[in-house]
C-alpha cells in the first residue's frame, strides 16, 4: 500500500469522511467522495508545497469535492425539472434522504439539528460542520474554505443566527402539531 | 405537551458538538483498492483521450488545407461571375464553397474506394463532414451560433484575433453524459489556431473547476504558467476568460497560482478575481488565412442595446472585422419588453444575400443576449423565413457562437 495513502488515512480518515457525509448527508455518496479526495490528494501530492497545513489542504480537496458533487446533482435535477426553479438550495435533492441509523439513534434534538443543517447556505453550513463538527480553529477554516478569518466569522454568526432560527421554527411547529 | 425551548446560541453550539460520529465502513485496504482502480482507469481514460486528440489534429490539417484551397480558387471565382455586383454577398461565396466541398469530398471519396485509403484518410474525410455540418443549416446557409439543447453539453475556448485586440470564441459540444463540464473544459487542449486565424489558446495547461451552485469557476495556474506581461495581452487574457465562462451560471473567476489565490499579470499583480460582467458585441472576423468567424468586442458601459445593435453596422478594416448589418439597413427602433426585444427595421430596404441576413440575424441574437433579452422579435425583414428561423415569430437567443465538433475527438 503507498506510504503517502497510508499515513494520510490513518491521520485524517475519519474526520474527512465525516465532514463529506455531513456535507453530502447519504452514506454511500460520502463513501464514493472520500475515494475522489484520496484521488486528487495523490495525484497532487508532490505538488503540495506545505505552505498550509496537510490537514487543511486535504479538507480543502474535500470540500471542493463536495460542491463539486452538489452541482452535478443540481445538474441532472435540472434536467429532470427544468421548470421548477430550486435557487441555490440545489443540494437540498439529497433531503430525501433516509436518515442514517448513527443519527436515528440519537434524541429529538439531534434529529433537527440534522435537518435544520440542511436549511443553511452551502458556506454556512460548511463553516458550521468544520468549526462544531470538527473543531477545527476559525484561522483552519479559513485556510479550507480559501476565506479570511473575519469572513469565516461572518459566515459562521450568520450560519449561526440561522440555526437558531430554524431550531425554533420546527419547536414551534411540533407544539403546533400536538395541539391539533 | 412540547415546551419551546427557545434555542441559545450555546445550545445550538451544545447540539452541535453533540452530534454523533459518522465512521467509514471501507477498511484502508478495500479503499485503497478502490482507489487504485480508479486512478488506473482515468490514467486510461487520459492516453486514450491524448491519443484522440492526435487524431483530431490531423483530420484538422486537412481542414486547413481545404480551406487555403477556397482562398486560392475563390478570388478567380469570383471575377469569373462579373454578373454578380454585390461584393458583399456571402450566399454565392457559401453555394461555391458548398460546391468545392462537394467536389473535393467527392474526389476524396473516390479516391479512398479506388485506393484502399489508409485510416488517416478516412478520418479527415469525416473531419471535413463533421467541421462543414457544424457550420451549416439545411439550406446550405452557414450558421455561426450554438443552441443551447438537453442533449448536448458545451465548453467554450476562446482565442485571440491575430491583431491581439479582440476575443474570438469557439464552442465544442458533446452529448450529455459523455463528459461533464468540468471534464469538457479542462480537456480543451490541441486546437489548430493557424488554420482559424487566431492566436494560440492560452490555457491548455491551466485547470477549471466550475462551481455553478456557487458561481464560481475556480482556474488554477501551474507555478510555471507564462502569464501575459503586456496590457494588449493581458486584455486578451482577461477577455478570455470571461468569453469562455459568460454562457454558464457562474458570475466570478477565480484565479490562483499552484493552488494559491491570486495570479501576476504584468499590470496586475496579485489579481485573485474577475468579474464576469459587461456587454459585448459580435461581428464578423475575416481573417486572412482562416473561417469567418464571430468576434466578441467588449462594448462601453451605458450603451444602450439599440446603440450596439447599431454599432453593428460599423466594419473594423484594421482588425478585419466586417459589421454584420448592412449600412443601408436602417434599425427604426427597438421595444424592450422584459426579457422580450422587437427590433423593427425600414421595410423600405432590402438585403440581397440570405447569407448576409442569417449572419446579422445571429449577430444581432447573441448581442442582445448580452443585453439580458431571451426572445427577438424581428419585423419588416424582407424573408419570413432564414435558415432555420422563422421570422414571423420571436427567436429564442443561442448559447454560444462558432460551433466545432468535439464529438470525434472525445472517448
Known amino acids: ?180 | 405537551m412540547k415546551r419551546n425551548k427557545n434555542h441559545s446560541s450555546d445550545s445550538i453550539k451544545d447540539l452541535l458538538k453533540s452530534m454523533p460520529n459518522v465512521e467509514d465502513r471501507q477498511n484502508s485496504e478495500e479503499l485503497y483498492r478502490k482507489i487504485s482502480d480508479k486512478r488506473n482507469k482515468e490514467l486510461q481514460r487520459r492516453s486514450k483521450r491524448k491519443k484522440m486528440a492526435t487524431g483530431w489534429g490531423i483530420g484538422l490539417a486537412s481542414v486547413a488545407a481545404t480551406i487555403l484551397f477556397f482562398i486560392a480558387v475563390l478570388p478567380s471565382m469570383t471575377q469569373e461571375q462579373a454578373y454578380d455586383t454585390s461584393s458583399s454577398d456571402e450566399s454565392a461565396e457559401v453555394s461555391r464553397d458548398q460546391a468545392e466541398y462537394k467536389a473535393q469530398n467527392k474526389n476524396e471519396m473516390d479516391r479512398s474506394s479506388n485506393t484502399n485509403a489508409q485510416e488517416e484518410s478516412a478520418s479527415s474525410e469525416k473531419t471535413e463532414a463533421n467541421f462543414r455540418d457544424a457550420m451549416s443549416t439545411e439550406s446550405s446557409l452557414i450558421s455561426r451560433v450554438v443552441k443551447d439543447n438537453e442533449k448536448e453539453q458545451h465548453a467554450i475556448a476562446a482565442f485571440g484575433d491575430l491583431q491581439g485586440q479582440y476575443v474570438v470564441p469557439i464552442t465544442f459540444s458533446v452529448t450529455q453524459e459523455v463528459k461533464s463540464i468540468d471534464e469538457l473544459y479542462n480537456s480543451l487542449d490541441a486546437f489548430e489556431e493557424e488554420v482559424w486565424g487566431v492566436r494560440k489558446y492560452q490555457f491548455s495547461s491551466v485547470s477549471f473547476d466550475i462551481n455553478e451552485e456557487e458561481g464560481v469557476v475556480l482556474v488554477n495556474f501551474p507555478e510555471d504558467y507564462d502569464f501575459p506581461e503586456s496590457s494588449t495581452q493581458e486584455n486578451i487574457f482577461i477577455m478570455s476568460l470571461k468569453e469562455m465562462f459568460s454562457p454558464l451560471d457562474v458570475t466570478t473567476i477565480k484565479l490562483e497560482t499552484d493552488g494559491e489565490p491570486g495570479v501576476n499579470l504584468g499590470n496586475n499583480t496579485g489579481l485573485e478575481e474577475i468579474d464576469i460582467y459587461g456587454e459585448s458585441l459580435y461581428k464578423l472576423y475575416t481573417p486572412q488565412n482562416g473561417p469567418k468567424l464571430f468576434i466578441s468586442i467588449p462594448i462601453s458601459q451605458g450603451l444602450t442595446v439599440e446603440e450596439a445593435l447599431n454599432e453593428l453596422k460599423v466594419d473594423e478594416p484594421t482588425f478585419t472585422i466586417e459589421g454584420t448589418i448592412p449600412k443601408e439597413l436602417e434599425i427604426i427602433d427597438v421595444k424592450p419588453d422584459g426579457e422580450f426585444l422587437e427590433v423593427n427595421f425600414n421595410v423600405a430596404n432590402t438585403i440581397d444575400g440570405e447569407q448576409q441576413m442569417l449572419t446579422m440575424i445571429e449577430s444581432i441574437l447573441m448581442t442582445s443576449k448580452q443585453f439580458g433579452f431571451t426572445q427577438i422579435k424581428f419585423n419588416n425583414l424582407p424573408h419570413s423565413e432564414i435558415g432555420k428561423y422563422d421570422l414571423t415569430k420571436p427567436i429564442s437567443v443561442p448559447y454560444s457562437v462558432n460551433p466545432m465538433p468535439l464529438q470525434q475527438s472525445s472517448p
Open chain 1, 1 to 180: 500500500m503507498d506510504s503517502v495513502f497510508q499515513d494520510l488515512y490513518e491521520k485524517y480518515h475519519k474526520d474527512v469522511f465525516q465532514f463529506i457525509f455531513y456535507m453530502v448527508k447519504n452514506r454511500e455518496q460520502a463513501e464514493d467522495l472520500v475515494q475522489e479526495v484520496y484521488i486528487k490528494v495523490m495525484n497532487s501530492y508532490d505538488r503540495f508545497k506545505g505552505d498550509s497545513s496537510e490537514k487543511t489542504w486535504m479538507f480543502s480537496i474535500a470540500r471542493h469535492v463536495t460542491i463539486d458533487f452538489f452541482r452535478k446533482q443540481k445538474r441532472k435535477r435540472n434536467r429532470i425539472m427544468e421548470f421548477f426553479d430550486w435557487g441555490e438550495q440545489g443540494h437540498l435533492i439529497q433531503d430525501d434522504q433516509p436518515i442514517p441509523e448513527e443519527i436515528a439513534l440519537q434524541n429529538e434534538e439531534i434529529q433537527k439539528m440534522y435537518h435544520c443543517l440542511e436549511r443553511c447556505t452551502t458556506d454556512q453550513k460548511t463553516v458550521i460542520i468544520l468549526r462544531y463538527i470538527q473543531s477545527m480553529s476559525i484561522q483552519e477554516t479559513a485556510e479550507v474554505l480559501g476565506m479570511t478569518v473575519s469572513k469565516v466569522k461572518t459566515t459562521q454568526h450568520r450560519g449561526m443566527k440561522a440555526l437558531q432560527t430554524y431550531m425554533n421554527e420546527e419547536d414551534e411547529e411540533g407544539i403546533k402539531s400536538e395541539t391539533k
